[in-house]
RNA sequence: GCUCCGGUAGUGUAGCUCGGCCAAUCAUUUCGGCCUUUCGAGCCGAUGACUCGGGUUCAAAUCCCGACCGGAGCACCA
């Protein structure tokens, strides 16, 4: 019983602190400004990890309002649905900030009403100065009516962007001077990707999720370290609305180390630039680009979960999602000859032969290579070949090295015991390219791999892929292959 | 500068709330062995950590203080 529980927590997330018999409401919210990353990926993960242990719910809300620094991507919307799904988080609802507008306008008339947010004309730089010096500034006394009406005429667009904005109450004395009266609303005239120019007036982050997390019953926050404070300005305006915080988790920084760092903005501006293919390349840390690779959703969820949610940064290899998406990646993939930089080896009979070679070395099915005289290995195997030395070729028979330039071998009738066991790929085997997230390799395969378009298959002794494209070279019935490495 | 937060093996993580059962868990990496007509597969084994210094205590990874190191916020970004 003890031993069950301890293996348990190991593989599980810590218990959420729960109030008693309250309902799991979980969210994911991310700005659709591009494809998710790595770091969302771990975010849609866990909540809707939560909300599963819980038996709660799971929001998707789409935090969308700014239309300027982080402009949405139109398509991103979609992607992100997609990704959920594909990650078995579908979530059970689905919000979108920018259309919730009207919500967020009404809860800052509240505010002005109640004294508690005003229209401040300070110039950044102004404003920065009363803050240091924990003084009001003169905007921060007007009464309600002024304030309403200058609100109003934000608005109606009557100011200009950086001439106005609305601020929240906080405490300008306050010790932290991230905690003094904080911006709600700034005016931002130009058209979002999804509500056009309706609006000229958006709310920050903090606002905009604060007034939402509690709109949509959002009982447990899990948001990054970058984003702690966010939890303290927030209650501020909990508190001037009477409403109760939801609790909060908060976790460190993500860092893949093969990676390095990245930033949504950073990776769309090369995308767009042409440095990368698309969202999919598979050089990039993106969902997107995993799942073209190969990568299985249960290893991903399963990597995640490892992880856990320590406040510390971290910066995970991805080795570690390799071995778990090795464990069930292993029994699915069937095997395939692939040489990378082939070299010609000449057998001296004139035979042909027909391997039948395991598709699975635990499974019973085994395929055909069909070959001629000559065969292709590996450029790298080919590097370490002496003369006289016996090799296997797997599946088919041993040859003796005859000579090195050009590669020519005798077929030996009896095997031995220990020679080295390589992959090879028929003369009449197809090109393939794979492209890494390194670089691309080009080789040889066996034509079988064709059929398996789609489908993630472990090339021996060379690792897994997934085979993305079969492109029917004109009317001479060539095949090329394009594989996407997996690892 | 002001304000917060964190620091367990190469990496990630458990343990820290309620000090002893922790000469510290699990995974991964690395190395070694075994097995196998592949492997980046499997099996077995090894290496490897409580940042430092004080304090409290019979007893500290766990509590307190300080130092050091690292991160974050102080945006009309998310």
Redesign the pocket.
Known sequence: MKEKE?EK??VGL?ELPLAKGEKVVMRFA??PNGAATLGSTRGIIVNSEYAKMHDGKFILRF????P???RPLLEAYDWYLEDCDWLDAKPDEVVVASERMDLYYKYAEELIKKGAAYVCF???DV??TY??QKLPCPHRNVNVEANMECWEKMLKGVYE?????LRVKTDMAS????L?DW?AF???KREHPRVGEKYVV?????FESAIDDHLLGITHIIRG??????EKRQRFLYNHLGWKYPGTI?W??IKM?EFGKFSTSELRKRIESGEYEGWNDPRLPTLKALRRRGFQPEAIRKFFI????????????M??L???N??TV?ALAS?YFFVRNPKEMRKKDEKSFVAKALK??SREDYREIRTGNTVYISGDDFAKLKQGQRI?L??LYDVEIEQIEPLVANVVET?AEDVP?I?WAPSEGIKVVVKKPDGTDEGIGEPLIASELGNVV?F????FVRIDSVVEKEEGKEKEVVAYFT?
């Open positions: 301890k927590r190991e810590p991310p700005n935090d969308d309002t700014d300027v620094l982080k300070c110039p950044a404003f920065k803050k240091e962007e950086k001439e106005a904005d010790e932290d001077p991230a003094r911006v700034r005016i931002l958006w709310p920050t982050l903090d370290k970058d984003l702690k404070k966010s908060v460190g920084k180390q490892s992880i856990g949610i320590t406040q510390t940064d971290i910066a995970v290899s080795k570690n390799y071995a778990e090795r464990k292993d095997r699975h070395p296997r797997k599946f095997p066991i992959q472990q021996e002794r060379y690792g690892h």
